[in-house]
């Protein structure tokens, strides 16, 4: 009998622990229940759709140095790299056969000048014997004869001597100064000097070798200046205008720069359909290079006041938009409208309000009323 008794007590005791640890194991349960999530505020600001075009940078100024006249290269005096400055000396021709001739004309010239003295020595000493004869011939003290032959002489001299007359000295010195002055021109074209300052890109040409008029031996880049040049289709030119200020990313450099739309082509290209846009960027650094891939950040919408909230927040269902918003411990599943988006943000049109709370991280462990738990440091703004 008390064998019985004690194994009743031990079953019930047993009985009432199996039903409080049942107990306590949905109380855990209901407390796993709630999903931890991050959560961010809706706020109104300001929001712009913006487009991205590829294009291409290249310099704003590029000059080939082409000579104007033929000859043996005799010195180059820069390399592909170098930086020159506006009116430096950069190459250099044979100018020795020209240079010999400049010398015989100064020598011409000379010579003329010497000759040209010389008759004006012979006309002063004409005219001045012409008055004395017509004084005398005046006072009855010189023939007619010797009045005409001092005339005649005088004359002469004069024609010699002055360039009104036909002198031939006077001519001779005019023929030879043009000549020199020809040929002086001509020799300031065997030297060739940077327009610009820039850096070489392009070197043709070597000491030794014969140059042609007409063909580069230099090509000489300002590159304080870019240009980064990219081709906007047909519904996408009416949100760009000259003087507009873009944002460039160089993916060469990894920076983003500040450019300013300097010319939009009025008539699309007939092959690739789209309207060659420059845009000018700021290089003082001259880290940006012609040839390098670019990036160009066109705002094609704007809003200055906008609901907005994180793309992260969004869920997709059925081509519907979803938002999770939380109210007290629990979730509902709201329908929205969106309106502009940028890389990050997009424009709520309907569907909640400023100063909810939506869930940005999560979400895909949620449905319309499940418990939530809102991590610590969740909340953003």
Known sequence: MFRTGLALLLGLTLLVGAAGCG???????????????????????????????????????????????????????????????????????????????????????????????????????????????????????????????????LDRAQAAYSPAGGGSSAAQIQQAQAQLQAQRVQLANFTLTSPINGVVTARNIDPGEMASPGVPVLTIVDDSTMLVEVGLMENQINYARPGQTVEIKITAT??????????????????????LTRIEIKNADESVKGGMVAEVTLAAQEKDKALLIPKAAIVEKLGARYVYVVTGNKVDEVKIETGLSDAEKVEVLSGIKAGQKVVIAGQNLLADGTEVQIKAGGQKQ
């Open 23 to 153: 107990s306590k194991a949905k109380e855990t349960a209901t407390a796993s229940e709630a999903v931890p999530v991050e959560v961010v505020t809706a706020t109104e600001g300001p929001i712009s759709q913006t487009i991205i075009i590829a294009g291409k940078v290249v310099p704003k100024q590029e000059i080939a140095l082409v000579p104007k006249v033929g000859g043996k290269v005799s010195r180059v005096a820069v390399d592909i790299g170098q930086r020159v400055k506006a009116g430096q000396v950069v190459v250099e021709l044979d100018a020795s056969d020209l240079k010999a001739q400049i010398a015989a004309t100064e020598a011409a010239v000379r010579l003329q000048q010497s000759l040209q003295k010389q008759a004006e020595v012979n006309y002063q000493d004409a005219l001045n014997n012409y008055n004395r004869i017509k004084y005398l011939y005046d006072q009855g003290g010189a023939s007619q004869q010797q009045l005409d032959t001092a005339r005649a002489n």
């Open 254 to 275: 990894g920076r983003t720069y500040q450019g300013v739309i300097q010319s939009i082509s009025p008539a699309a290209d007939p092959r690739s359909k789209s309207y």
